[in-house]
């Protein structure tokens, strides 16, 4: 059974960290692009990170650059999402997705875990 499960997340104030983790079981880590996304009450998902499967290009948004670190570990087979300096809106539910390099849909997802960034 292919999972990917999500850890990490929380309460935390305005300036605080959190690293969110997302394991993968059932397949080969090293066969997927990672990404992550978030969605705040009464708003679409959002991309927010990415690493390709090799670990060697990472992307953004632009409201998390400079904050983030998304990264991954083979060995362990996860994938983490470093947030620093956090700010009361990035408060929303924070998902992993695996995707094989090329494709244009996502072949699994994490169960999602809830960020909220108390002002």
């Known amino acids: 059974q292919v999972q990917l499960v999500q850890s990490g997340g929380g309460l935390v104030q305005a300036g605080g960290s959190l690293r969110l983790s997302c394991a993968l079981s059932?397949?080969?880590?090293?066969?997927?692009?990672m990404h992550w996304f978030r969605q705040a009450p009464g708003k679409d998902r959002e991309f927010v990170g990415s690493i390709t499967w090799s670990g060697g290009r990472t992307d953004y948004a632009d409201s998390v650059k400079g904050r983030f670190r998304v990264s991954r570990d083979h060995a362990q087979n996860t994938a983490y999402l470093q947030m620093n300096n956090l700010e009361p809106e990035d408060t929303a539910i924070y998902y992993c997705?695996?995707?094989?390099?090329?494709?244009?849909?996502?072949?699994?997802w994490g169960q999602g875990t809830q960020v909220t960034v108390s002002s």
């Open positions: 059932g397949r080969t880590f090293s066969m997927y692009d």
């Open positions: 997705a695996a995707r094989a390099p090329g494709m244009d849909s996502y072949n699994y």
